[in-house]
């Protein structure tokens, strides 16, 4: 079911909205301005350890570690990942 906006509660006066949408642009493009910094930071990071580590692998171990941390049963999914490994893995 998709989620019912709040159209109804937003302020009628042009000025008012206006304003309301002035101060979310202003967050949200500071948000994304740190975001942009931090993806920055992170090219950063990996180029000054890239002559050390295989960073490439290291980020696909960073995701599948990611990955099971979110898995509920981790039993099951260790079982499925060693029968995939098996039949379709390298």
């Known amino acids: 079911m998709a989620k ?7 302020p009628t ?14 967050r949200y493009t500071n948000l994304e301005n ?10 950063n990071l990996v180029d000054e350890f890239s ?5 490439k692998t290291l980020r696909q171990a960073i995701r599948a570690i990611n990955i099971k941390k979110k898995v509920e049963h981790k039993d099951t999914f260790d079982t499925f990942v060693e029968i995939l490994d098996n039949k379709f893995g390298e």
Request: proline share 0%.
């Open 4 to 10: 019912k906006g709040n159209a109804d509660r937003q």
């Open 51 to 55: 002559d050390e580590l295989d960073v």
């Open 34 to 43: 740190e975001i942009a910094l931090l993806k920055e930071d992170q090219k």
């Open 13 to 26: 006066d042009l000025n008012e909205l206006g304003k309301l949408v002035e101060t979310f642009m202003e």
